[in-house]
């Protein structure tokens, strides 16, 4: 089964979806629990995919290309997982900042923590606090991910956290925010918890916040 197991992770990593689907049931069919499955294939291989393109020996296009194979093999895994009781790490809200349309790295942000083992609620773009709040309030998350691309939106962004404090929400999440105009100081300075500059570093970060 070790071979199998290693062709699944070369599969994802080269976003061979067909074959990761495949692999991943032969490895079911063969008695492999699911959860080594999952950890011991999947995770490790959009672990390695984070690490290079942080490394800058991979892009966006391969990445997005693995991360689509990775979701392929979860659909089929998934019911073995629901079966053996087996739960998620941690539950993270995603979206873009109301005004901001744009989504490629809070995709990418959405499809790393995934293939961290975390499960993942997108909110997609032009999300209002209020749509923040109404998610975390339904969803009951560990973390609350923000993404901009604008600077003319990304001033929105403090009032989310004002949002989840009016509610009572704020201590109960873990705020991280990301995109091209925000930095670290800036993070800071409007009380998040978390800022990365890349998508596998978010991923890593979320995984440290859940601890």
């Not at 699911?34 to 020996?57: H, N, R, T, Y």
């Not at 560990?142 to 704020?170: K, Q």
Request: overall charge negative; proline content about 4%; aromatic content about 2%.
């Amino acid at each position: 089964m070790e071979e199998l197991l290693n062709r699944l992770i070369t599969a994802i990593e080269f976003g061979k979806r067909k074959d990761a689907t495949a692999l991943t049931q032969e490895l079911l069919d063969a008695g492999m629990p699911p959860k080594d499955i999952l950890e011991k294939g999947m995770i490790c291989a959009m672990s390695s995919v984070g690490a290079k393109f942080k490394a800058d020996e991979i892009f966006v296009p391969e990445v997005l290309i693995a991360a689509r194979a990775m979701k392929a093999s979860m659909a089929v895994l998934k019911p073995t997982l629901v079966e053996a009781g087996i739960k998620p790490k941690g539950t993270i809200i995603i979206g873009t900042i109301a005004g901001d349309l744009h989504d490629i790295g809070k995709n990418l942000v959405a499809m790393m923590c995934e293939g961290c083992g975390l499960s993942v609620i997108d909110l997609g773009v032009d999300v209002t606090p209020e749509r923040f709040v109404d998610a975390v309030q339904e969803n009951k998350p560990r973390i609350v991910a923000i993404s901009a691309l604008l600077t003319t939106t990304m001033v929105n962004i403090p009032s989310v956290l004002e949002a989840l404090g009016t509610a009572g929400l704020r201590d109960h999440v873990k705020v991280m925010v990301g995109g091209a105009p925000v930095t670290q100081e800036w993070a800071t300075s409007i009380g998040a918890d978390g800022y990365t500059e890349d998508a596998a570093s978010a991923a890593e970060m979320a995984q440290a916040l859940i601890g």
